[in-house]
């Protein structure tokens, strides 16, 4: 089955997750995959195995014995207590969660209209320093002209004084 992940790209989120027994969670979903096939290419990368999640897996014996507790605690039908009618209550819906690849999707907006409004500053910024630099070369034209203006004034002022 061919992943939208690489192996490589895999074991680098694994890898970069703060806590990673959760991302293996999130990269079975990120690549529509189960978690043991995420966690095999996990070692086949060279992860320890110790690293990632237990597999909790339930016997057959293991639900039997609970079927059975679970039996045992039935009361036959002629010892059930009669429970009055009451008015049901109203059944709020349940939350519905958001999934991984719509959260992923309000980040990417939300970065891209970041982006957007930082290179929109970055022109306005280019356009400041263009006329800066502009009144910069205006300036320093000026002092040229001033400078040669006093260097007259000085040699007419140095002939007047000898």
């Known amino acids: 089955m061919m992943l939208p992940m690489t192996d490589a790209e895999i074991l680098r989120e694994f890898n970069a997750a703060k806590v990673r027994s959760k991302q293996v969670y999130i990269l079975a979903e990120l690549n529509n995959t189960d978690v043991e096939t995420i966690k095999r290419i996990l070692i086949e990368q060279g992860v320890d195995h110790r690293a990632l999640p237990r597999t909790k897996r339930k016997t057959k014996e ?8 679970i039996e045992s ?6 010892e059930m207590p009669v429970i009055p009618d009451a008015e049901p209550k109203p059944v ?3 939350p519905v969660p958001v999934s991984l690849t719509d959260a992923l999707a309000v980040v ?8 957007a409004s930082a290179e929109a500053k970055r022109t306005e910024i ?3 320093i263009a006329k800066l630099t502009a ?21 007419l002022s140095a002939g007047r004084c000898v």
């Open 135 to 155: 009144e910069r070369e205006r300036a320093t034209a000026e002092l040229s002209k001033l400078n040669a203006a006093i260097d007259v004034l000085k040699e």
């Open 108 to 115: 990417c907006d939300d970065l891209a209209e970041r982006i």
């Open 126 to 128: 280019e356009a400041q």
């Open 73 to 78: 605690n039935v009361l036959p039908d002629a």
């Open 62 to 69: 293991g639900a039997n014995i609970m079927n059975k507790k």
């Open 92 to 94: 709020e819906p349940a």
